[in-house]
């Protein structure tokens, strides 16, 4: 049922400095592949393949990694590299649309700029900050949920009480599984004053409905569209869950996590995880 989903990539990239002064940091690699990558795969490997990416000033890059290139291909197919023509095969078969944000003013307002694309249908949202591990099947599960309530679906995970300031937070009542029905969610709260510390994660499942809401809404928290004040607003109108995610995830939109996800995903890469794990035992030796 879900056959859309939107990228956010308009942001300007700032904690990554300056190595995202000209180039997007979406396509910082995760070891091989750029970090927006993964979600896409994550989409595809849910039956998505029409994508909604919105972009801002210098991300032109992201553009030109999902073209086809013809002369790439020939090259491999010369020089018998089908591994790597494996990979690019990959992204044959999808569709990608780009829509370019003129200010970065928020979540809500990106995801309201992909409206004339969605054609009135419940559409995924992937932030690429969040990369979940491919052995995981977040999405898949999220989508199952919608299917069954017919209702939107966000992405939740347990924080440290220390860390829910950092996130949008859910007061709500688990209902099944993992699945959670969701009485309220707040942007960033102080610590002694969260409703709990399941945070929301970057995974959603939208219905259309939530772009009226976007489009008749004032600037939130920092002057931007906060998502999570759209989702309140359509609280009163229907029935919003939570996925209790337990899996891995990595915030690589901090440097920390970026480098934790590039060594474990690197580990799960069989040519790469002995050298990789001699390489960490000889440094932990040193210390």
């Known amino acids: 049922m879900i056959k859309k ?6 942001g300007l990239g700032t904690r990554f400095l300056p190595a995202t002064k000209a180039s997007p ?3 910082l690699p995760i070891v091989d592949k750029p970090m927006i990558q993964y979600s896409v795969e994550e989409a595809k490997g849910c039956g998505i393949n029409d994508f909604i990416v919105i972009t801002g000033k210098n991300k032109r890059a992201i553009e030109d990694h999902f073209d086809f290139a013809p002369e790439l291909v020939e090259y491999l197919k010369q020089k018998g590299n089908g591994d790597l023509l494996d990979e690019i095969d990959k992204m044959k078969g999808l569709s990608f649309a780009y829509i370019r944000q003129g200010k970065p003013l928020g979540l809500g307002h990106a995801i309201l700029c992909a409206k004339p694309f969605l054609n009135n249908a419940s559409f995924a949202v992937l932030l690429g900050d969040d990369i979940i591990d491919p052995d995981d099947k977040l999405l898949y599960e999220m989508i199952q949920v919608h299917n069954e309530t017919k209702a939107p679906v966000v992405a939740l995970q347990e924080v440290a009480q220390a860390e829910v300031s950092r996130y949008g937070i859910i007061d709500g009542n688990l209902v099944k599984g993992n699945t959670y029905e969701i009485k309220s969610l707040v942007e960033k709260p102080p610590t002694d004053k969260a409703p709990s510390n399941l945070a929301v994660i970057g995974r959603y499942i939208l219905s259309p409905d939530i772009m009226d809401i976007l489009a008749d809404m004032q600037p ?4 931007e569209y906060q998502l ?3 989702l309140n607003i359509l609280l009163s109108e229907r029935k919003i869950y939570g996925y209790l ?13 970026f480098l934790k996800a ?11 995880s002995a050298g990789l794990l001699e390489y960490i035992r000889m440094i932990s030796n040193r210390l």
């Open 262 to 272: 590039t060594i474990d995903l690197a580990l799960k890469r069989p040519e790469f």
């Open 228 to 230: 999570t004040d759209a």
């Open 25 to 27: 940091k979406e396509m």
């Open 245 to 257: 995610f337990k899996g891995k995830r990595y915030d690589a939109g901090d440097k920390l996590g």
């Open 5 to 10: 989903a939107v990228l956010p990539a308009a």
């Open 220 to 223: 939130g928290a920092g002057g």
